[in-house]
């Protein structure tokens, strides 16, 4: 890593709402230090797996989720932001300026913090989801980013929250059928949401199931042979019957988890792990550490709402430097 030594403000996470902080922090001279994330990290946050933004203002024909990042990180760099492509390991803030401890053991430090590390979406936790996620067999967390992939397939869509009622109506547009499966009778998901699915003839509801085990088989693509999701095996909840689901593809839409694991302890957080700040500031309780995006927002987890919370978080830090 280049750079080590002190600097005024650090930005830890690279969505909307770190890019935001970069581009105010670095508009205010501040010379901001971006921790971008490497693997297993995606720089960029979810929106690089989106494919279609169109509920950003300023772009009436919608925008790539990936190029949106692009044209974050180069407002940001326009004003003098340093990128590191690595994770940060360790955040000690006993002391100041605060010390952070790089994955590959730098050492950086700071006056100012800004966290905006955002949030990764659940998986059940079966035997070959990850795996076969990961390979792009059958399993995925994204329907905007894979739908396309299942042309004409059947699919299975598993959750009862907004986000599943949102994933299975879009992939209406690619499958031949979609079934939701939910693990109890009644849903989280808004009304609206919930009816628009039922209206829809291609979405099936299979309700009361739990998720139990990855049906797969081989398939050969290309010179390789490898294992492809072919169905889901369910257990009732009330009769404990199993049930085989054939499906082409799963998209698992069960929520998001923060990624705060690094602030354990350090600061305080509701019981999902969502850091707690001030009022209607990006504070946290530890003077300079201020945090923003989806890493505390469990409500609205939006790209515009984690980009206006990443320039509250700038201003902030901005204030509290001006005041120190
Ligand atoms: P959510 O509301 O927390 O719903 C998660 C769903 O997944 C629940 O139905 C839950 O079941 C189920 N689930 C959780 N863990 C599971 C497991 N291990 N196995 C099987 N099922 C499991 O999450 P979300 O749908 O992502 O929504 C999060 C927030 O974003 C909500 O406030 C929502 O309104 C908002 N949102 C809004 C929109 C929109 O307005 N366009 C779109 C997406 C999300 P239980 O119900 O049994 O707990």
Redesign the pocket.
């Known amino acids: 890593m280049t750079g080590h030594g002190q600097h005024q403000v650090v930005i830890i996470g690279s969505g909307p709402a770190g890019w935001t902080a970069a581009l105010y922090t670095g508009r205010a001279n501040l010379k901001p230090v971006v921790f971008e994330g490497a693997a297993p990290n995606v720089p960029g946050g979810q929106l690089m797996w989106t494919s279609e933004v169109e509920n950003f203002p300023g772009f009436p024909h919608g925008i790539k989720g990936p190029e949106m990042m692009g044209k974050f990180k180069e407002q940001a760099l326009r004003f003098g932001t340093i990128v590191h492509q690595e994770n940060i390991a360790k955040v000690d803030a006993s002391k100041r300026p605060f010390h952070l401890t790089t994955e590959s053991g730098d050492v950086i430090t700071c006056d100012a913090l800004i966290i905006a590390t955002g949030a990764t979406a659940?998986l059940?936790?079966l035997a070959k989801e990850m795996e076969l996620m990961s390979a792009g067999a059958g399993v995925s967390a994204c329907a905007t980013c894979d739908g396309a992939f299942y042309k004409g397939e059947e699919l299975i869509v598993?959750?009862?929250?907004?986000?599943?009622m949102?994933e299975a109506q879009f992939l209406t547009r690619f499958a031949s059928k979609v079934t939701l499966v939910?693990?109890?009778e009644e849903?989280?998901?808004?009304r609206i949401?919930l009816d628009r699915a039922r209206a829809n003839p291609k979405i099936f509801f299979e309700t009361n199931q739990?998720?139990h085990e990855i049906m797969t088989e081989k398939k050969t693509v290309g010179v390789f042979e490898k294992d492809w999701l072919v169905g889901l095996k369910v257990k009732h909840t009330k009769t404990h019957k199993e049930e085989i689901i054939s499906a082409g593809g799963m998209f698992v839409?069960?929520?998001?988890t923060p990624n705060t694991k690094l602030f354990e302890g350090l600061l305080d957080m509701d019981d999902k792990g969502y850091l707690i700040t001030r009022g209607q500031s990006s504070k946290t309780k530890i003077p300079g550490i201020f945090a923003c995006g989806d890493a505390q927002d469990s409500?609205y987890?939006q790209a515009i709402t984690a980009a206006g919370s990443g320039c509250m978080a700038a201003i902030d830090a901005e204030r509290f430097l001006a005041g120190h």
């Open positions: 659940k059940i936790g598993i959750g009862g929250g907004d986000s599943a949102e939910h693990r109890r849903f989280r998901a808004s949401m739990i998720p839409a069960i929520g998001h409500i987890r």
